[in-house]
């Protein structure tokens, strides 16, 4: 009987000690697969979020990730890739003794072969972007992927990257178009892989024409367009995919960091920048506007960019198609991200690049790939088209910075200017005014002009003094202290240009040496109203005779209207 109590107290024992530990062990256990929806929507107040693989501080509130990202477990593999032999698709295409590892894709294909397809990746975003949520209900995207010979190493690893760092419920399918590269199995092969789709065109078509192939044949309501040579990084899916289903029109992109050409290492690129570009359509990354800067008070929040980098974004389908896809007489390379940019903006949609979607990218010095018509001649006919469709009478400033596209061919274009007519865009000069008003029209030829209020004309007193008084003589009669130059952003009389005294509503306006660099002499037309850059506020006359002030901009209001006669 002893015997039986012992042996039962022995069994009670082990049995709490075992169940002791299966509790400890379940609460450290990751809560769900990394790329479950679940796990990425979980509610900030609901407790600290375990994301397994990522290395974690935790400092007073704040979560700081570490490392992410790790590559995922054997049992886990075996679902990513289906049938697919990773080992003998890039077996098939080694580099022999010798080569030159630069030579057929214009960076280091030895380093990338040897890094495998599955490497861990710094989580370059912001400590803030990892206790942000999502809908539970985000609709699913089709990834397209168009490649004209693409190192196989690099292709895989962009398929890779997307399957392990992005929730399985969002990726539709991934469809490559393979434009006509030399092997057709490099895509081929590459379909045994689940939700992978390809399709091959016959002959050589370009970028531009094979994502259009790729996304009128996608069955999600979203668009994802990746390069064939990317790295997407933790979460990048989700806040693009939301900022779509929050407003159809936005078209959004990541923050690209950058994979470096020579040894691969992913580096973090900064995210204050956005896309912009000069009158040549050179593309440029430039520091986001200091007013916008100092207004943002959460990194997190999206920025609006002029256009995009053109590769790496998400839109929805409906919106791609309705506002005419992609001019599809663009060949191979370049121009049609500016294309898009213009059409988006003047058609009623915006851009924006999102901090918390970090995507890398092989950035290259040179193109691997031929191109049929010259490089030089395919750049010129693609801009040269965007120019004409979309950009007005600025196009003349792209002809200055370019001299060379005078004359050259570009086709026709009646069918895209019946789509800007059809969509009932907004001109060019309304995306300079309201996008990306820090783009510089070239210094024009000094023209006198007199700037009229009514019957009466603003002439300069004394020193600096300023105010209305009748006009006075006709042409080449008319005296000096009413005749202006406006050049942008200046109002000058000889030497002395236009300021304002203080920064302030009432601050009276007055006459001083011209500076292109001061802040006080930089004015711009707003309609008839002259509007001060930095302060906002425009010219006002106050009462006729009254010294002129600056004011609430009210561009209906006589007493801010000034209209330049140019003297003849
Ligand atoms: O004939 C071709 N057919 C193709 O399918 C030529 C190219 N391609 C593919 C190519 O394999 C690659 O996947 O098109 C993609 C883009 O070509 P890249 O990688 O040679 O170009 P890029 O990275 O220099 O190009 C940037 O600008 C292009 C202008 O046409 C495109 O918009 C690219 O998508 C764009 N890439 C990015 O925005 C990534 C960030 C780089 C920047 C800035
Ligand atoms: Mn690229």
Known sequence: MRRIRANAIAILTVAWILGTFYYLWQDNKPQSSPSSSASQTRGRGHGQKVIPGRLEIHRDDRTIPLIVTQPPRAEQQGQLLGSFDEKAYLAAKQLKPGDDPYKDHAFNLQ??????????IRDTRHYRCAALTYDTDLPSTS???????????????TIKSVLMRSPPSLIQEIILIDDFSSDPEDCQLLTQIPKVRCLRNGRREGLIRSR???AN????SILTF?????????DWLQPMIQRVKEDHTRVVSPIIDVISLDNFAYLAASADLRGGFDWSLHFKWEQIPIEQKMARSDPTQAIRT???AGGIFVMDRSWFNHLGQYDTHMDIWGGENFELSFRVWLCGGSLEILPCSRVGHVFRKR??????EGNALTYIKNTRRAAEVWMDEYKQYYYSARPSAQGKAFGSITDRLALRRKLNCKPFRWYMENVYPELRVPEQEAVSSVLKQGGLCLETRGTDGLGLAECRGLGANRPQSQRWELIEPLIRQQDLCLAISAFTAGSKVKMEPCNTKEPRQKWKPKGTALQHMVSGLCLDSQTPMGPPVILQCRPQMASQSWEPQVIT
């Open 367 to 372: 193109h691997p790939y031929d191109f049929p």
């Open 306 to 308: 002029p256009v995009i």
């Open 212 to 214: 259009v192939r790729g």
């Open 217 to 220: 044949t996608a069955s999600a």
């Open 143 to 157: 990834i397209v992927i168009t490649f004209h010979n693409e190192a196989r190493s690099t292709l895989l690893r």
């Open 111 to 120: 380093e990338s072969d040897r890094l495998g397809s599955e490497r861990a």
């Open 226 to 234: 990746l390069d064939s040579h990317c790295e997407v990084n933790t």
